[in-house]
């Protein structure tokens, strides 16, 4: 069965801390998609990045960075140096390709995170 | 601007009220769907639409309608409101039902049901 565990439930880290927020998966498809949305306090989520699971390169853009292991069903988010704006409720989510219900996203529980300055 | 627009953003009813959460994209997409969020349990699929005319249900459809009657729209009705249907609701659409493509979200519209 397709699922998303995000097994941090609330972070809490003071700024210029490294952060990284665990995501594991699992799916009965070989050929899938994995995302990440970001919802600050202000509610609307924003897409961060989107990977297939072909691509098991790691990927950075900016301070943000992305851990995605096959082997571990496992697609890390890495936040460096954080900051106060990187307060926000952080989403993984699944899309399968064969199983998929249309489209549908899967996604985890969300973990808090909170940056103190 | 490209955008997935809800409205209205903010509701409080009663029980057994009907009411209706519109949604409208820009962006000429096929697919639309709707999600709502729960503490512990993220977002969860109520209905997604393939194309006009075309909808289906998704994991948590009970107690929901919808409708596409234009490709533009995908209005959530909720025919009797119960106090379990409070909760943050999302519309998204993206090009296609394909997994490769990338659902952007609306801004959310937070129901309370008394």
């Known amino acids: 069965a397709q699922k998303v565990t995000q097994a941090q439930t609330e972070i809490s880290v003071v700024e210029k801390e490294d952060v990284t927020l665990d995501c594991v998966y699992e799916t009965r498809d070989t050929t899938y998609y994995l995302f990440w949305y970001k919802q600050p306090p202000s509610g609307e989520l924003v897409f961060l990045i989107r990977?297939?699971?072909?691509?098991?390169q790691n990927e950075i853009s900016g301070r943000y960075s992305w851990n995605f292991q096959k082997s571990t069903s496992s697609f890390n988010f890495t936040i460096t140096a954080s900051q106060v704006v990187d307060s926000a409720v952080y989403f993984c989510?699944?899309?399968?390709?064969?199983?998929?219900?249309?489209?549908?996203?899967?996604f985890g529980q969300g973990t808090e995170l909170s940056v103190k300055p | 601007e490209a955008q997935v627009t809800q409205n209205p953003r903010y509701l409080i009813t009663v029980t057994g009220k009907k009411l209706t959460v519109t949604c409208s994209q820009n962006?000429?997409?096929?697919?639309m769907s709707w999600y709502r969020q729960d503490p512990g349990l993220g977002l969860r699929q109520i209905y997604y639409?393939?194309?006009?005319?075309?909808?289906d249900k998704g994991d948590v459809p009970e107690g929901y309608k919808v409708s596409r009657k234009e490709k533009r729209n995908f209005p959530l009705i909720l025919e009797s409101p119960s106090p379990n249907q409070t909760s943050l609701y999302f519309c998204?659409?993206?090009?296609?039902?394909?997994?490769?493509?990338?659902?952007?979200f609306g801004p959310g519209t937070r129901l309370t049901v008394l």
């Open positions: 989510a699944l899309s399968e390709a064969v199983y998929n219900q249309g489209g549908k996203l899967i």
């Open positions: 998204a659409s993206s090009v296609s039902a394909s997994s490769t493509d990338t659902q952007y």
């Open positions: 639409s393939m194309n006009v005319e075309v909808t």
């Open positions: 990977r297939n699971s072909f691509d098991e």
């Open positions: 962006m000429n997409h096929e697919y």
